[in-house]
């Protein structure tokens, strides 16, 4: 069992930046591959990024490449997504997950947090 805890939403105007982090604990955090997906208002869940148990392989969803960033610490049992030059389209709630496998699907991963709201105003 891993218990997730993102933090780090908020309010942030067009073009500006945050820094999401999701802490693990339960069973070895490095075992499993992590991953942030969202959900805007009236819309289904969507992948953000993934991230392999190393760290050394990551993916993004188009929409996000190149202004967002995931890593992870596995000292910290932490994965962190770094998200710049925000959009209002941005806005949604963001969950982090863990799987034993990283891939764009929701469905493979076991284990979510309770998400973190981020809004971007115009």
């Known amino acids: 069992q891993v218990q997730l805890v993102e933090s780090g939403g908020g309010l942030v105007q067009a073009g500006g930046s945050l820094r999401l982090s999701c802490a693990a604990s339960?069973?070895?955090?490095?075992?499993?591959?992590l991953a942030w997906f969202r959900q805007a208002p009236g819309k289904e869940r969507e992948f953000v990024a993934r991230?392999?148990?190393?760290?050394?392989?990551?993916s993004y969803a188009d929409s996000v490449k190149g202004r967002f960033t995931i890593s992870r610490d596995n000292s910290k049992d932490t994965v962190y997504l770094q998200m710049n030059s925000l959009e209002p389209e941005d806005t949604a709630v963001y969950y982090c997950?863990?799987?034993?496998?990283?891939?764009?699907?929701?469905?493979?991963?076991?284990?979510w947090g309770q998400g973190t709201q981020v809004t971007v105003s115009s």
């Open positions: 339960g069973r070895t955090f490095s075992g499993y591959a």
């Open positions: 991230i392999s148990q190393s760290g050394g392989i990551t």
């Open positions: 997950a863990a799987g034993p496998m990283a891939t764009t699907e929701g469905r493979a991963y076991a284990y």
